[in-house]
T-cell receptor, first 113, second 112 residues
Framework: ETGVTQTPRHLVMGMTNKKSLKCEQHLGHNAMYWYKQSAKKPLELMFVYSLEERVENNSVPSRFSPECPNSSHLFLHLHTLQPEDSALYLC????????????FGPGTRLTVT | QKEVEQDPGPLSVPEGAIVSLNCTYSNSAFQYFMWYRQYSRKGPELLMYTYSSGNKEDGRFTAQVDKSSKYISLFIRDSQPSDSATYLCAMSEGSNDYKLSFGAGTTVTVRA
């Protein structure tokens, strides 16, 4: 595997379910990000981790809970989501938080029913 | 007012045409300007990066920044069907700033 991988690629969940999204980067980077991409809207930065420490929590509802156990892995735990949370969730990494170039994974297409 | 405005299109052009994409922004502190390309079912990938005003050319791609007008452009010459994608502009205030402000993206189709 190379670059940034995300699993699952597609997820359908009910509003009462609990699920997790996984991201793994194989680039030796120190910073990792979660973004939300909704149709016809700009990418929304959700969380930023630098060396496993959270440095940004961009007013994201508590039903989204990130976890970064090491600099290569990032999780997004989901519970009691709303239909408006349906979107493409993108993971990205960069050399560190002071480097502009971010490498994105393919995303997880989430549908909340 | 959105911080970054980008016409979502869609834009459809014949093969070989010049594709012109642009974004306007309101934050005069932006200094770093990027264009990302996102193919269907893929994540965005960095295409071009420009600091401050001026032009930058890379093969068939030219990025222009006009800070006085708060306007950036991307031109694709001799467009190919493989250029069909969504193009996102992004910008930041500083080189050490991980907070990128994105446009909503313009979807481009190049017809063979």
């Amino acid at each position: 595997e190379t670059g940034v991988t995300q699993t699952p690629r597609h997820l359908v969940m009910g509003m009462t379910n609990k699920k997790s999204l996984k991201c793994e980067q194989h680039l030796g980077h120190n910073a990792m990000y979660w973004y939300k991409q909704s149709a016809k809207k700009p990418l929304e930065l959700m969380f930023v981790y630098s060396l496993e420490e959270r440095v940004e929590n961009n007013s994201v509802p508590s039903r989204f809970s990130p976890e970064c156990p090491n600099s290569s892995h990032l999780f997004l735990h989901l519970h009691t989501l709303q239909p408006e949370d349906s979107a493409l969730y993108l993971c990205a990494s960069s050399q560190d938080t002071g480097w502009y170039e971010q490498y994105f994974g393919p995303g997880t297409r989430l549908t909340v029913t | 007012q959105k911080e970054v405005e980008q016409d979502p299109g869609p834009l459809s052009v014949p093969e070989g045409a010049i594709v012109s994409l642009n974004c306007t922004y309101s934050n005069s502190a932006f200094q770093y300007f990027m264009w990302y390309r996102q193919y269907s079912r893929k994540g965005p990938e960095l295409l071009m990066y420009t600091y401050s005003s001026g032009n930058k050319e890379d093969g068939r791609f030219t990025a222009q920044v006009d800070k006085s007008s708060k306007y950036i452009s991307l031109f694709i010459r001799d467009s190919q069907p493989s250029d069909s994608a969504t193009y996102l502009c992004a910008m930041s205030e500083g080189s050490n700033d991980y907070k990128l402000s994105f446009g909503a993206g313009t979807t481009v189709t190049v017809r063979a």
